[in-house]
């Protein structure tokens, strides 16, 4: 098993709408996690951290579930600029430093 | 604020030869930083850590010889692929902890290598 899972996609949302995906990581004892958004050939970028129950940032949404060891991103009224690949990135209190990347779920808001 | 360079952001070499590419933490002092590597429609696989002043600690299956990196600087760490063949060529993207402590890391642009 994977230590971090992600649906690869894609999810094809239309532009205004509303997507929402999950990542799992097998770790229980991280307490850290993060979610990058990378675009294509592009280094990834950090979209937000999720430390305690979640975090909201404008149309960004993270959830944390540690009872069922999963996080998730929600995004509202989808931008056309929101087309990227979301990697759940997780960050482990055993090996402090040493992130574990989800494969990336991959967005394309559609006009 | 947490910016990284990387140097160069492409390189196409002959297969044999030798290829450096330079991280840089712009804004401020990282005592790690990472080293990932990243083939087509993968996921960033985690090559090394590079600590300021020591070795760096390799991954399993990353072969240190080589794989050279060197962290001679608070803001400057290095990654030279040594005898460079095909299967090398992919993106090479380091990335900078932001002070003891920290667990933020912030990425350079990658560099992107072809080894003909």
């Known amino acids: 098993r994977k230590e971090v899972e992600q649906d690869p996609g894609p999810f094809n949302v239309p532009e205004g709408a509303t997507v929402a995906f999950n990542c799992t990581y097998s770790?229980?004892?991280?307490?850290?996690f993060f979610w990058y958004r990378q675009d294509c050939r592009k280094e990834p970028k950090l979209l937000m951290s999720v430390y305690s129950s979640g975090n909201e940032d404008g149309r960004f949404t993270a959830q944390l579930n540690r009872a069922s060891q999963y996080i998730s991103l929600l995004i509202r009224d989808s931008k056309l600029s929101d087309s990227a690949t979301y990697l759940c990135v997780v960050n482990p209190t055993d090996s402090w430093g040493k992130f574990q990347f989800g494969a990336g779920t991959q967005v394309v808001v559609t006009p | 604020g947490a910016v990284v360079s990387q140097h160069p952001s492409w390189v196409i070499c002959k297969s044999g030869t030798s290829v450096k590419i330079e991280c840089r933490s712009l804004d401020f002092q990282a005592t790690t930083m990472f080293w990932y590597r990243q083939f087509p429609k993968q996921s960033l696989m985690l090559m090394a850590t590079?600590?300021?002043?020591?070795?760096?600690?390799?991954e399993q299956g990353v072969e240190k010889d080589k794989f050279l990196i060197n962290h001679a600087s608070l803001t400057l760490s290095t990654l030279t692929v040594t005898s460079a063949h095909p299967e090398d060529s992919s993106f090479y993207i380091c990335s900078a902890m932001q002070g003891s402590g920290a667990d933020t890391q912030y990425f350079g642009p990658g560099t992107r290598l072809t080894v003909l």
């Open positions: 770790n229980s004892a991280s307490q850290s």
């Open positions: 590079s600590n300021e002043g020591s070795k760096a600690t390799y």
